[in-house]
């Protein structure tokens, strides 16, 4: 099993470019979520999807935008880059009935925003 | 107030200590408690995991829940150089879906 598959590792975008962060599941898993991890703010939620063609916000969802087509897939667009959005982001996904375990994280896409 | 607080640290211990993390929350809701564990330039690992109170152990690692005082704690003994890492709480009650993660401490053990 792969796992939580992101790419790419590290990007590097200028200021007013859009991108999308690819992250594919093999484990059937209904939930799946996107996070960042800034230093000393820990991981703050950008959105999840809970099914396919199911998609709400998280605690940060501002200028990024999500869609849910098939189960496997869940990626991330940033719409218009701004250097605030230098971070890393980790997607996430789990089983609905798994509510304390079976939370599987990616490796991270490292992105600066220049 | 944030949900779930933890002190950042840096924690730096020679190795073989005894290591105590810890984590206080204001939901009374949450019934899952989780350690996950991050090493540098990687994603976060599950390392425990408990429902409600109590303890549980696994090998080097023990996991407490005090439900009363809304506070869990890990304890990591004879600590290793290969412990270092950022040590990350979270919970999730029996409803919703959304996990609350404490910020993370970073731990480093002296060889």
């Known amino acids: 099993n792969a796992g939580v598959t992101q790419t790419p590792k590290f990007q590097v975008l200028k200021t007013g470019q859009s991108m999308t962060l690819q992250c594919a599941q093999d484990?059937?898993?209904?939930?799946m979520s996107w996070y960042r991890q800034d230093p000393g703010m820990g991981l703050r939620l950008i959105h999840y999807?809970?099914?396919?063609?199911?998609?709400d916000q998280g605690e940060v969802p501002n200028g990024y935008n999500v869609s849910r087509s098939t189960t496997e897939d869940f990626p991330l667009r940033l719409l218009s880059a701004a250097p605030s959005q230098t971070s890393v982001y980790f997607c996430a996904s789990r089983s609905l009935g798994s509510r304390g375990y079976g939370y599987t994280f990616g490796s991270g896409t490292r992105l600066t925003v220049v | 107030q944030k949900e779930v607080e933890q002190d950042p640290g840096p924690l730096s211990v020679p190795e073989g200590a005894i290591v105590s993390l810890n984590c206080t929350y204001s939901n009374s809701a949450f019934q899952y408690f989780m350690w996950y564990r991050q090493y540098s330039r990687k994603g976060p690992e599950l390392l425990m995991y408990t429902y409600s109170s109590g303890n549980k152990e696994d090998g080097r690692f023990t996991a407490q829940v005090d439900k009363s005082s809304k506070y869990i704690s890990l304890f990591i003994r004879d600590s290793q150089p290969s412990d270092s890492a950022t040590y990350l709480c979270?919970?999730?009650?029996?409803?919703?879906?959304?996990?609350?993660f404490g910020t993370g401490t970073s731990l480093t053990v002296i060889p």
């Open positions: 979270a919970m999730i009650g029996n409803t919703g879906n959304q996990f609350y």
């Open positions: 999807s809970v099914g396919a063609g199911i998609t």
């Open positions: 484990m059937n898993h209904e939930y």
